[in-house]
């Protein structure tokens, strides 16, 4: 099972921390992405993190601002999130892929396990 938490109200320019972590699993093991969705809107791939080489990829508004990363002693993978802007606002999701094609990172369908989703709201 994966848990998304570290959302919450920020600030234009501000950062938040997301974690995705895990209980039954060795997320190491796996490729991670981080999604997110507005209401009426597709679920967007933000950020991915490759499972044995350290690949890593970020949508290209997001790229500079926002870094992915494992902890794995917590067993979890954090989206760092800084400069923030409102249209960063949305429900933020992490998956795990139980084995990646990396040309499908950025594709929700790819994924096999979901977290619930941590909103992220960013507004002054």
């Known amino acids: 099972q994966l848990q998304a938490s570290g959302g919450g109200l920020v600030q234009p320019g501000g950062s938040l921390r997301l974690s995705c972590a895990a209980s039954?699993?060795?997320?190491?093991?796996?490729?991670i992405g981080w999604f997110r969705q507005v209401p009426g809107k597709e679920r967007e791939g933000v950020s991915c993190?490759?499972?044995?080489?350290?690949?890593?990829y970020y949508e290209d508004s997001v790229k500079g601002r926002f870094t992915i990363s494992r902890d794995n002693a917590k067993n979890t993978v954090h989206l760092q999130m800084n400069s923030l802007k409102p249209e960063d606002t949305a429900v933020y999701y992490c998956?795990?892929?139980?084995?990646?094609?990396?040309?499908?990172?950025?594709?929700?369908?790819?994924?096999?396990?979901w977290g619930q989703g941590t909103q992220v709201t960013v507004s002054s």
């Open positions: 998956a795990l892929d139980q084995n990646i094609i990396w040309s499908t990172r950025a594709t929700s369908a790819a994924y096999d396990y």
């Open positions: 039954e699993v060795t997320l190491d093991y796996y490729a």
């Open positions: 993190i490759g499972s044995k080489d350290g690949m890593t």
